[in-house]
């Protein structure tokens, strides 16, 4: 498919500089702009690029003023970025294609509800008193367990699981190989060192706008739900134990850990390899940056890092020294040395 700038900046109401009827038919980085290519500057790190770069067309800040000869046609608008992720976000709907209908070998129970333009791939298996929405796409070899309700306008890519009693609102998306409602970590210990398991009889709860990342594990509760609640972004390989609450539009990188019965309020930004143990309260607009293990609980607006963490600002003081231990180490020693010998 081939798009004008001129279509292009009505879409995104923004302004042409250059030629207005420049097609392209791809996306591209601007330093690998290419003809027939669209690419956007955002980052002034890149901006050397916009002189040199072979794409068509280039979206731009309004604010963008050339200090030298362009070859490329400008679309300037608000945000180059977010106007960016718009035409991506259209792409990827464009490219995936409108999937629709039930492919074979695949087991749907008779007593499945589901609605209109329902995608169900190959090797898929949804037990009984499941109930899909309207434009719900399920990739090959999932697996939906009993009395799931999913809500309009998800995607479920290959091999994910969604385990019995699991809720998912509208307008969500779950990527490959994530592990909904699977049992919490719950074991009692006996007497003679052995453990007994401890039945989980709760469930997930996933609110409208979730994005679930691939090969995330988000366990069931033991009782009640464990409850992602709306707008909350999940990178890949995030495990989030039984009974845990995430707060409205908060982001987790991958490979993070957040142990049971721990709530995390609202608008939280939480890095890669971040460790929280069990039952903390944290709360809204906190921010903990990556490799930081959180074992207290964390008032609204705080800003940590470390393992165990404590504030940012005293982390980045004393990490100037920290490198620096065994050079003060020695120092003290010799002053020690030398106040002993003076009162000698």
């Known amino acids: 498919m081939k798009f004008t700038a001129e279509q292009i900046a009505g879409v995104l109401g923004g302004e042409i500089v250059g030629n207005p009827k420049a097609e392209v038919y791809k996306l591209s980085k601007i330093e690998e702009g290419s003809d027939g290519s669209i690419s956007f500057l955002a980052n002034p790190k890149y901006l050397p690029y916009i002189y040199s770069t072979q794409a068509t067309i280039t979206i731009v800040n ?117 592990v909904i409602g699977a049992d919490g970590f719950g074991f009692a210990p006996n007497e003679n060192g052995t453990y007994t398991k401890i039945p989980q009889i709760g469930n997930v709860v996933i609110e409208d706008n979730v994005d679930i990342g691939a090969n995330t594990t988000i366990d069931k509760a033991t009782m009640g739900s464990t409850i992602i609640r709306k707008g909350v ?48 309260t944290i709360g809204n607009n906190v921010r903990i940056q990556a490799q930081s293990g959180v074992a207290r609980n964390v008032k609204d607006d705080e800003i940590l890092q470390g393992s165990p963490t404590f504030g940012y600002n005293d982390f980045s003081k004393s990490y100037v020294h920290f490198k620096n231990l065994p050079k003060i180490v020695i120092e003290i020693e010799e002053l020690k040395k030398e106040i002993l010998n003076q009162k000698k």
């Open 233 to 280: 972004k999940l990178d890949n390989q995030i495990q989030i134990g039984h009974n845990v609450e995430i707060g409205e539009n908060t982001v987790i990188a991958a490979q993070t850990g957040i142990a049971g019965s721990t709530k995390i309020g609202k608008s939280g930004m939480i890095g890669g390899q971040v460790g929280i143990v069990g039952h903390l």
């Open 62 to 178: 309004n604010s963008f003023i050339p200090e030298g000869e362009l070859k490329t046609t400008l679309i300037k608008v608000e945000d180059a970025y977010l106007s960016f992720t718009k035409l991506l976000e259209f792409y990827d709907q464009a490219t995936k294609g409108n999937k629709i209908g039930i492919e074979q070998p695949s087991f749907i129970s008779e007593s499945v509800k589901y609605g209109i333009n329902l995608y169900f791939g190959s090797f898929s298996y949804i037990e009984k008193n499941v109930v899909l929405g309207d434009d719900v796409k399920i990739y090959p070899n999932c697996f939906i367990g009993e009395n799931v309700k999913i809500g309009n306008n998800v995607t479920i890519f290959a091999g994910a699981k969604i385990h019995s009693e699991t809720v998912i609102g509208n307008n969500c998306v779950i990527y490959s190989g994530a």
